[in-house]
């Protein structure tokens, strides 16, 4: 079966610019999450969606960060505008049971400048 | 209550030792424990999971030790091989009121040496 896909896979933007990641997880999985992973750490969970509602999204800076599922499938996080403090790799995963069993996809690494 | 502590945050190894990392957690309502793999420019994998009923659980090199009582778990690498150099995430899971969480620890970095 294919893996999670995320786009792109690097990204660099100028502090205050806007920026889109997209994700489509692998077919069938009901739930779908976005991290955020600063180097030389774990993954941070932004947002979990079952199907395309959302069931935890309490760490996601709302004033800045913004996510969306439509129809259940693929899912976009954008970043608006971008602080310095942004850098990091962000993660897709999806999981069609339990969230311990996770697949992930390879990551977008941003770079804000 | 929430966290998973992780130990070391990185660990050096010689070519067919045992590499042993350690991961400690509070909430007694985590009821998987998973590890992942995390190979650089890639996403993490799952390596091996147990439930807090079993005390070990053991695939191929990788086996999982868990002690319920003190809230321990910890990832034993037998016959370390250069291509286990990774880093690695302990995590615990639970599924509270369908609403099912997954914390991670914050990683070790594994280098073994050829």
């Known amino acids: 079966e294919a893996g999670v896909a995320q786009s792109p896979r690097y990204k660099i933007i100028e502090k205050r610019q806007s920026v889109a990641f997209w994700c489509n997880p692998i077919?069938?999985?009901?739930?779908l999450y976005w991290y955020q992973q600063i180097l030389g750490q774990g993954p941070k969970l932004l947002i979990q969606?079952?199907?395309?509602?959302?069931?935890?999204d309490s760490q996601l800076p709302k004033d800045r960060f913004s996510a969306e599922r439509l129809k259940g499938v693929d899912s976009t996080l954008k970043i608006q505008p971008a602080k310095l403090e942004d850098s990091a790799v962000y993660l897709c995963?999806?999981?069609?049971?339990?969230?311990?069993?996770?697949?992930f996809g390879p990551g977008t690494r941003l770079t804000v400048t | 209550q929430q966290q998973v502590k992780q130990s070391p945050q990185s660990l050096i190894v010689q070519k067919g030792g045992i590499s042993i990392i350690n991961c400690a957690y509070e909430n007694t309502a985590f009821d998987y424990f998973p590890w992942y793999q995390q190979f650089p420019g890639k996403g993490p994998a799952l390596l091996i999971a147990i439930r807090p009923d079993v005390s070990e659980k053991k695939e191929g090199r990788f086996t999982i030790s868990f002690n319920k009582s003190a809230k321990q778990f910890s990832l034993h690498i037998m016959d370390s091989q250069p291509g286990d150099s990774a880093t690695y995430f302990c995590?615990?899971?639970?599924?509270?009121?369908?609403?099912?969480?997954?914390?991670f620890g914050k990683g070790t970095r594994l280098h073994i040496l050829p």
């Open positions: 077919s069938g999985h009901a739930t």
């Open positions: 995963a999806s999981s069609s049971l339990r969230a311990y069993e996770q697949y």
């Open positions: 995590a615990a899971s639970m599924d509270v009121n369908r609403d099912d969480k997954i914390i």
């Open positions: 969606f079952q199907n395309n509602g959302v069931v935890d």
